[in-house]
């Protein structure tokens, strides 16, 4: 079965500081992995993937499949970064996107 | 490119009733997926449907169905409505469901069961 482990529900940091928002997953076989992000009142958006190997607004996330992991890290967080962080892997026996599994999300707040 | 549309954006049921909800995808976009948002289980998946099949299924009971039109355009039913019900739906879209699609979501019906 899968599943996606994000230990952390809440997590506060000061701006400048990096930040490092865990994610663990289980999954038999080749893993699909996303970070989607909730701002405040905002519809919730993909921010990036695995595959891609991309930086969005200074996000990076790499896979590491001997851990199980898929932390999203960033080296200055930002006050406009504050919001909700999911971790999703996509993906079922048939590697197909047709459903994604959602850990339970992360509260990022970025002080002054 | 219009968003992807979800109404109503808010519904107040009674225990027993059974409702409705409406989801038009982005333009172009094949399929369209549906998630139950609640604070203590998060998102989860309900079911997934392309060109008016649906191709995968989440763990939720048969009370919770859905279709696809042919214009992409989804609904999703609930019957016989239970207070543990109560929670946002969110449907989200992408243009062919395939590995590693951006999914597109909508704004969700916040459905409170009274």
């Known amino acids: 079965a899968q599943r996606v482990t994000q230990p952390e529900k809440l997590l506060s940091v000061f701006k400048g500081a990096p930040v490092e928002l865990k994610c663990n997953y289980s999954y038999s076989g080749s893993p699909e992995l996303f970070w989607y992000v909730q701002y405040s009142r905002q519809r919730l958006q993909l921010l990036l993937r695995?595959?891609s190997r991309e930086s969005i607004k200074g996000f990076t996330a790499d896979l590491n499949k001997g851990e199980t992991s898929f932390h999203l890290k960033k080296p200055f967080a930002q006050e406009e970064d504050s919001a909700m962080y999911y971790c999703a892997l996509g993906g079922d026996s048939g590697g197909s996107n047709y459903k994604l599994t959602f850990g339970k999300g992360t509260l990022l707040t970025v002080n002054p | 490119k219009a968003g992807v549309t979800q109404t109503p954006r808010y519904l107040i049921k009674t225990r027993g009733q059974q409702v409705t909800l409406s989801c038009s995808p982005i333009?172009?976009?094949?399929?369209v997926s549906w998630y139950q948002q609640t604070p203590g289980q998060g998102l989860q998946f309900l079911f997934e449907y392309f060109s008016e099949t649906q191709r995968n299924k989440g763990n939720f009971p048969g009370r919770f169905s859905g279709r696809q039109f042919s214009n992409s355009r989804s609904e999703m039913n609930v019957s016989t409505l239970e207070l543990g019900d109560s929670a946002l739906y969110l449907c989200?879209?992408?243009?062919?469901?395939?590995?590693?699609?951006?999914?597109?979501f909508g704004s969700g019906t916040q459905l409170s069961v009274l």
């Open positions: 333009s172009g976009h094949r399929s």
């Open positions: 695995h595959i």
């Open positions: 989200a879209s992408s243009s062919q469901g395939a590995e590693y699609e951006k999914l597109f």
